[in-house]
Structures are given as structure tokens and as C-alpha cells.
């Protein structure tokens, strides 16, 4: 019951910025939190940045300095500010929305974008 809409992804060359962003819909929660998440070809899926509790931010070592990840709480949106992009950021950028477990809900539960393409080449 939750959609994950995802935009600004593209190609770009070395050293360039791009910025993407995601809007939850449905039945979203209070408690619900929301990130980015990259997979590269033949790569585990890897977590870029995300919004912890109280506004709090976690992000990937590769990615500290270069990216910042924003978000409205009370509207469910996420943005990803990525600059001095790197051909290892080359990936499909998937938003999450994580629902954990509360005294409510006995399983957490993750909802994902349909991913959306970050090329980095010269």
C-alpha cells in the first residue's frame, strides 16, 4: 500500500552533480523512515544514505563529503544531492522506505522504487 516514486537519474561525467529525488504515497506512517540504496552490475545492493530517527543521517563511507541526503518527514519525500560524481557511483539508485518493528507490527518491512539509472563516463 505504499509507492515509491523516483526521479532525476541520468548520465553525467566525472566530477559533475545530480540530484535525486522520491515521494512515498499510500498508507504511510509516522514511524515509517525513509534512504537511497545503490546496486552496481554484479554488486550487492549497498546503502547510499538514509534519514535515521530524530533527523539523523548515515552515509556510506564512499559517499561522505559528496552526497547529502534531505527529506521532509511529513511529507515522505527523500532527495539525494550527489556531487564530484565518480564512475564507481555508476549504479541503479533504488528509495527505500523502512517500516520497523514497533509494539504494533510484529515484522519490519521495506518498500522500494522501481530503481532508477546514475551512469558516471567520460
Known amino acids: 500500500q505504499v509507492q515509491l516514486v523516483e526521479s532525476g537519474g541520468g548520465l553525467v561525467q566525472p566530477g559533475g552533480s545530480l540530484r535525486l529525488s522520491c515521494a512515498a504515497s499510500g498508507s504511510i506512517l509516522s514511524i515509517d523512515t525513509m534512504g537511497w540504496y545503490r546496486q552496481a552490475p554484479g554488486k550487492e545492493r549497498e546503502l547510499v544514505a538514509r534519514i535515521l530517527i530524530g533527523g539523523k543521517t548515515d552515509y556510506a563511507e564512499s559517499v561522505k563529503g559528496r552526497f547529502t541526503i534531505s527529506g521532509d518527514n511529513a511529507q515522505k519525500t527523500v532527495d539525494l544531492q550527489m556531487n564530484s560524481l565518480k564512475p564507481e557511483d555508476t549504479a541503479v539508485y533504488y528509495c527505500?522506505?523502512?517500516?520497523?518493528?514497533?509494539?504494533?507490527?510484529?515484522?519490519?518491512?521495506?518498500?522500494w522504487g522501481q530503481g532508477i539509472q546514475v551512469t558516471v563516463s567520460s
Open positions: 527505500n522506505l523502512h517500516r520497523p518493528k514497533t509494539i504494533f507490527f510484529t515484522r519490519y518491512e521495506d518498500y
